[in-house]
């Protein structure tokens, strides 16, 4: 937001940063460290879309930190970790959808 990291970088950081947290967390069976780096990772699209708009490349990525929390929070049973990334990235996707001119729940 602020032209600190290059957008090209942010995401990519964002997901270094998400991975080393979710390790920590799960040597340490502590779901409130995963959630620090998984929920930061999952609303990164977001953030990132407030100087650009959201792009398909970012709800690509959204939708990835998804199912790398769905890997670690099913197994853990952190369900409310699993729940929080499923609403953060649920909205970015119907935010992407709706921006795209696609009705939510249409075929076309």
């Known amino acids: 937001r602020y032209d600190l990291l290059p957008d090209a970088l942010a995401l990519p950081l964002a997901a270094a940063i998400a991975a080393g947290a979710t390790i920590v967390a799960v040597r340490w069976r502590t779901q409130f460290i995963a959630a620090l780096g998984l929920v930061g990772a999952a609303l990164a699209p977001a953030v990132q879309s407030l100087d650009t708009d959201l792009t398909w490349e970012s709800g690509a990525f959204a ?6 929390a769905a890997a670690v929070a099913i197994p853990l049973r952190w369900h409310e970790l699993l729940i929080a990334i ?3 990235v649920a909205l970015q996707v119907e935010w992407l959808v709706a921006s795209a001119g696609f009705p939510v729940g249409s075929m076309a």
């Open 63 to 68: 939708v990835i930190v998804f199912f790398a």
């Open 86 to 88: 499923t609403a953060i």
